[in-house]
């Protein structure tokens, strides 16, 4: 039964809390880089034996500028329509002149969040006369019917949102007292308070905290969430339960009926070898199904029939993973289900247990000894690859039914390369004209693949003079080569030969130009300019550049200044410049590694200098100069 809570306001209730609210709001100019202010952010959740609830949420924000009334006067609330219903019991706008503004329950808009997907549903709203200096009110009920995990209930909160103030956020929950609720928090001391409900049936626990200042932002900080106050609640028992209950979802979906099969055998009918196979039907599912970009915790838990996706051809990432597992198995290679959260490359299993902990699903195979991460959402992935955002990432595989966490490698700064090549002729003019190579590897070549393969010929072509505009001003290609953008398995590798305008600058009877091949990349600033720092160094992804410029000077041209070699390393990477002159040709080349790291906030002033003497190489420039006797024949 239904344990009757109260909103946390009554509809009928007097604007007098609304400007007492706003009086007490603070300024814009006491929080310069903040859009708004919450003044209530209140949840009022309870909880029923199944594992459903009733979720009361209110939320009260200042506007300060028009950036606040950009981000606060479109309101969406998203759920799910197989489990939940959302019903809006007021909303309104409280002007700085004292008027209040009611939105019309006309006014309110309830459909699909996305194609397809009938169950990831959305009510919005707009907020009337939104200004700067406003407050804006809205409460609403999140009816959850049953729990998608029966018998359980969880939940987060978080007591600061980024990089606003917040006055003041309570969360409330009545859980019957015959379920344990496990709590985690992070970033936070805040305790609960704990009382018996007159019931006497029920716990109320109540975590409540005032005046949260903003989220101090820092340059390669830590991701905003890991340093936000968190609390986690889970009435879930352990990780088995969460696989148990997936492997119960998925199971008939997975299924692989007479299409299924047929297709597999179809795809693989030629192939000699397991990875032959596995190849051959992960490029299937990557090609062939459109990707629905609705998550784990937008979307309905349960995965579509691996035959219904095999014929609408689409689907978001779990209905495609399970097409790809049961593909695999209908040829007799192993295969699991894989749930992750992409791009956080963090410990999951000791947090607790709950199917919030995903918003990403995965396919795991063995093929011929070897393990294999497949993600068929990437769609210009090759086999045996993985999108940065899987890459160090703990996972949970469902083996079997068991759970079992594992880890995806982190990517080496090598299988994140960016290669420019550039060998070029100067005239006096500073033009230049030569060949420019453009390759790589991992998300770098990813990124190159996925603009090339939707564009024409002529497209690619000014999609390509685009990219040559960082190694000169005014690029035009006079012939261009590309490897085959559709053969995934054959490195991408782009070769041009191109006409500069301007390459060098000319000043006098000088040519200067960078000492590396992009001539025309904008400066950029050191991201560490304050003299202190408070979070660590985070440094999210490998990379490695290697750069090589080969330019040969004009004819009665020699040099005056050429770089010296270098070489730097630090706890986030390592920086090199080799140098090798013959005549009038001068061959530069710059390596630079940045490694996955999170270094201690104690190492800033080493890491400071560090990329203030990689700036200070990045900056550089070769000096020429018309020689003496040039001028004299001239």
């Keep these: 039964m239904w344990l009757l809570t109260p909103a946390l306001i009554l509809p009928q209730t007097d604007v007098v809390e609304l400007k007492a609210l706003l009086a007490a709001a603070p300024q814009a100019s006491e929080f310069p880089n903040a859009a708004k202010a919450t003044l209530l952010d209140l949840a009022d959740i309870t909880v029923r034996l199944d594992g459903s ?87 609403y009920v999140t009816e959850q019917k049953t729990s998608p995990l029966p018998g359980h209930f969880w939940f987060q909160w978080y007591f600061q949102g980024g990089f606003d103030p917040v006055q003041h956020t309570r969360l409330r929950i009545t859980v019957p007292s015959t379920l344990k609720l496990a709590r985690k928090l992070r970033n936070s001391a805040i305790e609960p308070t704990i009382r018996t409900a007159p019931d006497s049936k029920s716990v109320v626990y109540t975590w409540e905290q005032k005046n949260v200042a903003p989220l101090n932002i820092e340059p390669l900080m830590p991701p905003a969430e890991r340093q936000l106050p968190k609390l986690t609640v889970s009435t879930v028992p352990s990780w088995q339960s969460v696989a148990d209950w997936y492997t119960k979802l998925a199971h008939s979906a997975g299924q692989a009926d007479s299409s299924v099969t047929a297709k597999a055998q179809e795809l693989t009918q030629n192939c000699r070898t397991d990875e032959e196979k596995a190849r051959a039907i992960f490029y299937y599912v990557q090609e062939k199904t459109r990707y629905v970009a609705i998550e784990l915790g937008i979307s309905a838990y349960q995965p579509r029939p691996a035959s219904r996706t095999l014929t609408v051809q689409y689907g978001d990432c779990k209905d495609m993973a399970t097409l790809l597992v049961a593909l695999l198995r209908a040829v007799g290679i192993t295969a699991h289900p894989v749930l992750l959260q992409a791009g956080e490359p963090f410990p999951q299993q000791i947090e607790l247990p709950s199917p919030h902990a995903f918003n990403h699903a995965i396919c795991q195979a063995q093929v011929g000894g070897k393990t294999y991460w497949l993600d068929a959402t990437a769609q210009v992935c090759r086999f045996g690859d993985i999108p940065q955002a899987d890459r160090g990432v703990e996972v949970l595989v469902i083996k079997d039914g068991k759970a079992v966490f594992e880890t995806i490698p982190e990517a080496s700064p090598a299988e994140a390369l960016n290669l420019q090549q550039a060998s070029v002729v100067l005239d006096s003019e500073g033009a230049a004209i030569g060949t420019v190579q453009l390759s790589g590897t991992g998300d770098y070549e990813l990124g190159l693949r996925a603009n090339l393969v939707v564009k024409s010929t002529d497209e690619r072509k000014k999609y390509v003079e685009a990219l040559l505009g960082s190694i000169g001003v005014n690029p035009r290609i006079e012939s261009l080569q590309l490897t085959d953008i559709s053969n995934r398995d054959t490195p991408l590798s782009i070769s041009s030969k191109t006409r500069f305008a301007s390459w060098a600058t000319v000043s006098g009877d000088l040519l200067l130009f960078k000492a590396r091949p992009d001539q025309a990349s904008p400066a950029f600033a050191s991201p560490f300019v304050e003299d202190n720092r408070l979070y660590p160094i985070y440094q999210s992804e490998p990379r490695l550049l290697r750069a090589n410029l080969e330019v040969t000077l004009p004819e009665g041209y020699s040099y005056l200044y050429i770089p010296k070699p270098i070489s730097e390393e630090s706890a986030l990477g390592k920086f090199s410049r080799t140098v090798q002159q013959e005549g009038r040709k001068l061959t530069i080349s710059i390596e ?11 190492e800033y002033p080493a890491l400071r200098q560090y990329i203030e003497r990689y700036l200070r190489m990045y900056g550089e420039l070769v000096i020429a100069r018309k020689d003496v006797a040039a001028q004299m024949i001239k």
Excluded at 61 to 87: C, D, F, H, M
Excluded at 102 to 109: A, G, H
Excluded at 592 to 602: F, G, S, Y
């Design 592 to 602: 630079v590694q940045d490694r996955r790291a999170t270094v201690p906030a104690t």
């Design 53 to 139: 609830a009733k979720i009361v949420t209110r939320q009260a924000l200042k506007i300060l500028n028009q950036r606040g009334r950009e981000q606060e006067a479109e309101i969406k609330i998203p759920y799910n329509g197989s489990y939940e219903t959302v019903k809006l019991i007021r909303a309104r706008t409280l002007r700085p002149n004292g008027t209040v503004i009611e939105v019309k329950p006309t006014e309110v808009r309830s459909g699909a969040a996305s194609e397809g997907y009938d169950d990831a549903k959305v009510l919005s709203f707009s907020m009337p006369a939104v200004e700067p200096g406003c407050l804006i009110e809205y409460e």
